[in-house]
């Protein structure tokens, strides 16, 4: 029974970090049709912002707890920034060229931002961990929990309604779902397709950049964090499906339940359950679980 | 298309042309300079512990030596037998078959003299047999795993550090002398040469020593970063040691999530040379963990004028840094070749050494350094052996940093296995040979 509760719990902390990961990389191929490979970079960007944030908020004497909201601020600043910059200073350039084009062009991305992080924040690392023992330990059973692990489980679910809802329940949303199905007959319905794609990358960076700013209390902020990021990103997308929110959650929880009953109970298994649950989605239902219905022109 | 064709053509002419009619260097000006390149993590995460602090190590030793009489002798010589050392750095990021690549440009294309380098001991697998192919001087400085010189010999291929063999054997004889009693171990280790093969030797070791049953084997990913699942795990099955070779921004991040979650109480943690992360984590690093460095190196390095011109010129550089296992190993590495060279130059008329001179005389080479005396000793000569020292972490309240307390310091000929023996089987028979008095 314990064990069962510390896989679920386990799980489900694994998942709401690997969904906060993932979505703003599914929301960008969603809606521009772009695999970001810098996705990683925005998340390495959001925990070094963060980092700094945490740094100058806790140096002072303000409430502990408006801590997270400096974090959160510090992300929308790096998402601000860097969302529309990319998405008009170099993205727009390549949309009406091949789809490999663009991943070309965003692996480009990925190394010059890998540099530049390195050249602004250099190799040495920084540290966040003030937020990580705001919210106390939590004993379940006999098994002890960082209270802020839980909060990230909560945190990756307000992330995924409010995202549901404003895509589905809002008219803005609905504009953005339209661009998602057929960004030309949008276009010729007076959408403005080119403000959707700015916002809707702004979007995705800021999420990528609070996933990281929301994992710096947790580790040493430092260069390479952007690789593993990208590659458990894109596991993600491609089991829940491309450009799927509910594919993203659906796909995160199968990823983080399968990690933990792997550590758990096989071990040896860890290193390839993800690329093992991967494989199996992508020999029985290539498009992901909740791929989105494709169009046919006629 | 075909003007733009036509124009490239023109354009590689061109410069094939220029190259073609370019002078050659002077032999003179090529014989003043000694080339030397320092493969290293400048990118990833393997270069803020390591890579950025070795590369950083090399550099001011050279600067030092080119000025002449900074260090102490023997090492007071200008450059390397009088000849100025020109050093560049390549990042040793980009995966093995980028290494080896960048290897055979290094000595094809770029022409250096000797390179010194890798900390990934898969990168050490894949150059060393390439170095021996080309023909060139490779002298491995930090990578740990033993299979380099017992899975074949070399002739152009050198590691002037101890193998990770000694860190597991360290640690395990610590146990022993203190006299602790452990029921279980676990082990929670990078996924790769280097973790495989020191959790391999530790628990054989202890198995053999304190006859301590194996609880589980995690392998998470190196650069996973998030270790809430395994500290669980950990947790779940309550051994009385764990063992751990993360290193770097993984072994970081490895404590700041354990530790809240007291995984350091009521049991022992030993990392393998995990002296690396005292300084960055400071008050995070939890006390009363069991911990190398290896070798005599950082925080167990003992006062000598080589140590203290290596701690003054770390901190002129890096204020408030105190020098750790990685500026120690690429020093060794560094005064290791200039020995080697010096030797070979002065048995040959003192005129420029063939780099077949420079690997003769450093084979079975002993020479001092900021860690203590360095024996190439195994692998015919061309693996290093030296003193290797363990101890506990405890928050100095007066010097307000991590040190370590409870020191035992072990001789090379005990926590390393005898020439002719493979450490797996040199452990599995008991340690013959072992002189620890």
């Known amino acids: 029974m314990q064990l069962a509760s510390t896989i679920l719990i386990d799980g489900l902390i694994d998942a709401s970090w690997i969904f906060i990961v993932a979505v703003g990389l599914t929301l960008i191929f969603g809606v521009l049709n772009i695999l970001n490979i810098a996705h990683g970079n925005f998340y390495a960007i959001g925990a070094y912002v963060a980092a700094n944030a945490v740094g100058i908020y806790y ?38 060229r091949d789809e490999i084009v663009l991943v070309l062009v965003t ?163 860890e290193l390839f359950i993800v690329y093992l649950v991967m494989a199996m989605m992508l020999a029985v239902r290539p498009q992901g679980i909740f791929a989105p219905t494709a169009l046919r022109k006629i | 298309m075909r003007s733009a064709f036509w124009r490239v053509l023109g354009l590689a002419s061109c410069l094939a042309v220029a190259n073609f009619l370019a002078p050659p260097a002077p032999a003179q000006e090529k014989d003043k300079v000694f080339k030397l390149g320092i493969v290293t993590f400048t990118s990833g995460p393997g270069a803020e512990s390591f890579g950025t602090p070795g590369w950083n190590a090399a550099k001011r030793l050279i600067e030092a030596f080119n000025r002449g009489g900074e260090l102490p002798a023997p090492y007071d010589k200008i450059g390397f037998g009088g000849r100025k050392v020109e050093v560049s750095v390549i990042d040793e990021s980009g995966g093995t078959t980028k290494q080896v690549q960048e290897l055979r440009n290094a000595f094809d294309r770029d022409n250096f003299d000797a390179i010194i380098g890798y900390i990934s001991s898969s990168n050490c697998l894949a150059a060393a047999p390439v170095a021996e192919e080309m023909k060139k001087l490779l002298i491995l400085f930090d990578c740990g795993t033993p299979r380099i010189f017992e899975d074949r010999e070399y002739q152009y291929v050198f590691r002037n550090s101890s193998h990770a063999t000694m860190d597991n054997v360290a640690i395990v004889r610590y146990l022993q002398k203190r006299k602790i009693k452990l029921a279980t171990a676990a082990g929670i280790n990078p996924d790769y040469a280097y973790g495989r093969d020191n959790w391999k030797d530790f628990i054989q070791s202890l198995q053999k020593v304190l006859g301590t049953k194996t609880g589980s084997e995690l392998w998470p990913k190196f650069g996973a970063g998030q270790y809430g699942t395994e500290i669980s795990a950990l947790l779940q099955t309550n051994p009385s040691i764990i063992h751990t070779s993360l290193w770097g921004g993984d072994l970081q991040a490895f404590i700041l999530q354990a530790a809240p979650r007291g995984l350091f109480k009521n049991r022992l943690v030993a990392i393998m040379a995990g002296d690396h992360v005292l300084h960055p984590l400071g008050k995070r690093m939890p006390e009363g963990v069991i911990i190398g460095a290896r070798g005599v190196g950082g925080p167990f390095a003992k006062q000598s004028a080589l140590n203290d011109w290596l701690v003054a010129s770390t901190q002129k550089h890096e204020p408030g840094v105190l020098p750790s296992q990685a500026h120690y190993r690429m020093t060794q590495s560094v005064l290791g070749l200039k020995s080697a060279v010096e030797k070979a130059m002065a048995a040959n008329g003192n005129k420029r050494p063939t780099t077949e001179q420079i690997a003769a005389a450093l084979r079975g080479l002993e020479w001092d350094t900021p860690s203590g005396k360095i024996k190439m000793a195994l692998g015919n000569g061309h693996q290093a052996i030296q003193a290797n020292a363990i101890g506990v972490t405890k928050w100095d309240q007066k010097l307000n940093r991590m040190i370590v307390t409870d020191v035992e310091v072990f001789a090379a000929e005990c926590v390393n296995p005898p020439a002719g023996i493979k450490s797996e089987d040199w452990i599995a028979q008991g340690f013959p040979g072992a002189k620890c008095d």
Do not use: C
């Open chain 1, 59 to 96: 140096s002072g004497s303000n409430p502990p707890m408006l801590g997270l909201l400096a974090m959160t601020g510090a992300a929308l600043a790096a998402a601000i920034v860097l969302g529309p910059l990319l998405e008009r200073g170099l993205l727009r350039f390549f949309y009406h």
């Open chain 1, 107 to 269: 692996y480009a991305l990925f190394l010059i931002l890998e540099d530049a992080t390195k050249l602004i924040w250099g190799v040495n690392p920084y540290y966040a961990y003030e937020p990580y023992s705001l919210f106390g330990n939590v004993n379940v059973g006999r098994m002890n929990y960082v209270g802020y692990d839980f909060f990230l489980i909560g945190l990756a679910v307000f992330i995924g309604i409010v995202l549901w809802l404003g895509l589905n329940r809002t008219r803005s949303g609905k504009v953005v779902l339209a661009v998602i199905h057929d960004r030309e007959m949008s276009s010729a319905a007076g959408v403005n397709v080119t403000k959707i794609f700015v916002i809707a990358f702004t979007i995705g960076v800021f999420l990528a950049a609070l996933a990281g700013a929301f994992t710096a209390p947790k580790i040493s902020v430092q260069p390479g964090l952007a690789v593993m990021v990208v590659l458990l990103s894109f596991a993600v997308v491609v089991i829940g499906g491309l450009g799927s929110i509910e594919g993203a959650a659906i796909a995160s929880l199968i990823v983080g339940l399968s990690r933990a009953l792997a550590i758990h109970l096989a071990p040896w298994a």
